[in-house]
């Protein structure tokens, strides 16, 4: 089976940034995290009853990587994820009355019987920034995001929660406050850890 990692945290980040430049090193097979290409994105963004179909089709969508990923022998990396889709997007959309209790509970039953039949992930990588960097970089963006600068605090308290369950064997946390445009320092880091787990054997030769 082959092994999973995910790079999580809060819209902007630096997630999507991050896989690509470790995708430039020829390693990983990548799962990229969609906007325009998802069906019911730009219509949540106008319309909040749209909230479920769209994080339904998230969530599908991103069991579907994971299913491919998992059939393949070359290490899979995932930008977000299914876990932060639901621990992150899905609760926060919750509290911000963006889905009613019983949409949440229908997601909350899906993610639930997925995690069931699919394991979680072999290594979560968790990006963290400043809020200063973490505005500056959302204020640049031309892509449809749903969460806002002022929805930080109350997704990393989500994102916080769920990592607490996670065995720190399987947690590798990055402070990108600082980091160059190219995220050199850490993928770096990245390569190091995935070179010297136990878990990822070989990598880029597709046995891992």
Wanted: hydrophobic residues 40%.
């Amino acid at each position: 089976m082959g092994k999973l990692i995910t790079v999580v945290g809060a819209s902007g980040a630096g997630k999507t940034s991050l896989v690509n430049g470790l995708n430039k090193t020829g390693n990983f097979t990548v799962a990229f995290e969609q906007h325009t290409e998802r069906p019911f994105q730009a219509l949540f963004k106008r319309d909040p009853q749209y909230g479920l179909a769209n994080q339904l089709d998230y969530l599908l969508y991103r069991t579907e990587q994971e299913k491919e990923i998992r059939s393949s022998r070359i290490i899979g990396l995932v930008d977000g994820g299914l876990d932060l889709d639901f621990h992150g997007f899905t609760r926060l959309f919750h509290a911000r009355g963006l889905l009613a209790d019983s949409e949440f509970d229908l997601c909350r039953r899906f993610y639930e019987l997925t995690r069931q039949l699919l394991p979680p992930p072999d290594l979560i990588i968790h990006l963290v920034a400043s809020d200063a960097i973490i505005r500056q970089r959302l204020a640049r963006r031309g892509r449809i995001n749903i969460a806002s600068a002022e929805d930080t605090a109350l997704f990393n308290s989500f994102l916080d929660e769920w990592l607490k369950t996670i065995p720190p064997s399987k947690m590798l946390q990055l402070d990108v406050s600082k980091e160059l445009p190219s995220y050199d320092q850490s993928i770096r880091k990245i390569l190091a850890r995935v070179e010297t787990s136990t878990v990822f054997n070989v990598i880029g030769d597709g046995k891992a």
